[in-house]
């Protein structure tokens, strides 16, 4: 239990502290912010901040801090040291500056950005790869409340009825504008979010359930290496590209960009506590990792885990409350998951977007997209979801770098977290059934070497090791 404290402990010193020191390397300033210039009504429509944290917050916390965390469970409490530290230092670092760049550049998606700091080749990578990932994000985060909802409901209510009203919702909220429906609705689901975490946590205290501390021994059931599945694994709860989608629709909100750290930096940190008390329910619920590897096999994966923890632990009223908490994350990220790819492909194509006819040629095929996907079993899209989210978060923290060295700013802030998202996700790739599936002895010298690979070749354009230093970008 003391491990679990000082987990908690950590994640919060860290927002105070390291939090305040990427704060001060990125300076940020009393400049007009997009939310004042380019007010649409639509897209860019100012917010009070207290609603932009709740929003972001809910944007980000789909299945991953839930689902990932169980996973990542899987190997033990080690999990604990990848959620705090990868939460810090790199994913709470990748949302500030992927929200705090588009503030800079006019609330440009994170495509337009990568094709600023690294060029028109890495722009038209990145366009395809974002929407890709974002119709991933949706239908994952479409497919996994569907089957929530069916188990709290009578029986004609089945996951395909569910699904369509799911998909109906979507729609309203990928092409309204945006403080009409999530702008309202969100802080009832934030207050469902909170009360899951706080009801979660506190039972696995409350009820004493016992809690193995620390180790740093490989747990996992069928021996899986640690390196790099478990930093695949639990995705948004360290780190999420996914994120790097959706913080610059947050950037179209903001008033003040002073008030940064507390939405991007904040909300990550949120999401970090989220996924640290489902890592210790799943650590410590059924006494063993052998348990849960058990359980989720035996309740048919990580929904119906949540769902026997959560009747178990608080009972049906709690469980209720708690389960539609978990119901909540993935529906407030599916959601924007769309609006952020219909907006990524207007950025594309250079469709303006306050007209409805407009919005609804984006709209209307990509959730289509979403729909048919839904048709194919969720655990292969959600391996293909983790990989390319972590791949993003890795392409997007090497243009937060560029962006820093441009400002004269110190950029290992961001280069340290990009280098060791290289490694992990190259390593992955080349080692995973659903990649390459080559054994470690190959893909761990590889992802050291593609790591280096991308570090020295920042460090020449960046012009530290030779070449020219860039020249400064206007922002």
């Not at 990748?94 to 800079?104: A, E, N, V, Y």
Request: charged share 10%; glycine share 10%.
């Amino acid at each position: 239990m003391i491990t679990f404290f000082v987990a908690l402990a950590l994640l919060l010193v860290g927002f105070l502290t390291y939090g305040v020191l990427v704060e001060k390397v990125f300076r940020p300033d009393d400049r007009p912010t997009p939310a004042a210039e380019l007010a649409d009504g639509v897209d860019f429509v100012p917010m009070k901040t207290w609603r932009i944290f709740l929003v972001q917050l809910l944007n980000i916390a789909g299945l991953g801090p839930i689902f990932g965390a169980i996973a990542g469970a899987l190997w033990g409490p080690v999990v604990f040291l990848w959620i705090v530290f990868g939460t810090i230092f790199a994913g709470a670092v990748h949302d500030f500056l992927s929200g705090m760049i588009s503030i800079r550049h006019k609330g440009a998606s994170i495509s337009e950005i990568v094709g600023i700091y690294l060029g028109p080749q890495m722009k038209f990578v990145m366009r395809i790869f974002s929407v890709v990932l974002l119709v991933l994000v949706g239908t994952v985060f479409m497919t996994g409340p569907a089957g929530l909802l069916a188990r709290l409901t009578p029986d004609f209510m089945t996951r395909n009825v569910w699904l369509i009203i799911v998909l109906v919702y979507y729609f309203l909220a990928t092409i309204l504008p945006i403080d009409q429906l999530i702008g309202r609705i969100y802080p009832i689901f934030g207050a469902a979010l909170l009360i899951m975490a706080i009801g979660i946590g506190g039972g696995i205290i409350f009820t004493g359930v016992p809690m193995a501390e620390l180790t740093l021994a490989n747990l996992h059931p069928k021996g899986l290496p640690i390196w790099p599945l478990m930093f695949i694994t639990v995705a948004c709860g360290a780190i999420s590209g996914f994120h790097a989608t959706q913080s610059p629709m947050m950037a179209r909100c903001l008033t003040s960009e002073k008030h940064g750290r507390s939405v991007f930096y904040g909300a990550m940190v949120a999401e970090g506590v989220i996924a640290l008390v489902w890592a210790a329910a799943g650590v410590a619920f059924y006494q063993s990792t052998g348990g849960l590897a058990a359980a989720l096999a035996e309740y048919g994966g990580q929904a119906g885990v949540v769902y026997d923890i959560s009747f178990k632990l608080l009972g049906p009223v709690g469980g209720v409350l708690a389960m539609i908490g978990v119901i909540a994350c993935p529906i407030t990220s599916g959601d924007t998951a769309f609006r952020s790819a219909r907006l990524t492909l207007a950025d594309w194509f250079g469709l303006e977007q306050k007209s409805h006819t407009k919005r609804l040629l984006l709209a209307v095929p990509l959730l289509g997209v979403g729909y048919l996907l839904t048709l194919i079993d969720f655990n292969i899209i959600w391996r293909y979801f983790s990989w390319s989210n972590q791949t993003l978060a890795m392409i997007a923290l090497w243009a937060g770098a560029m962006y820093l060295v441009k400002q004269k700013s110190n950029f290992w802030i961001a280069v340290a977290p990009a280098t060791f998202m290289s490694a992990v996700t190259f390593t992955y790739i080349l080692q995973a059934p659903e990649g390459f599936k080559l054994s470690t002895a190959i893909s761990y010298p590889a992802g050291l070497i593609f790591a280096a690979a991308c570090l020295g070749l920042f460090l020449f354009k960046a012009g530290v090791i030779g070449g020219k230093a860039p020249v400064a970008v206007k922002e």
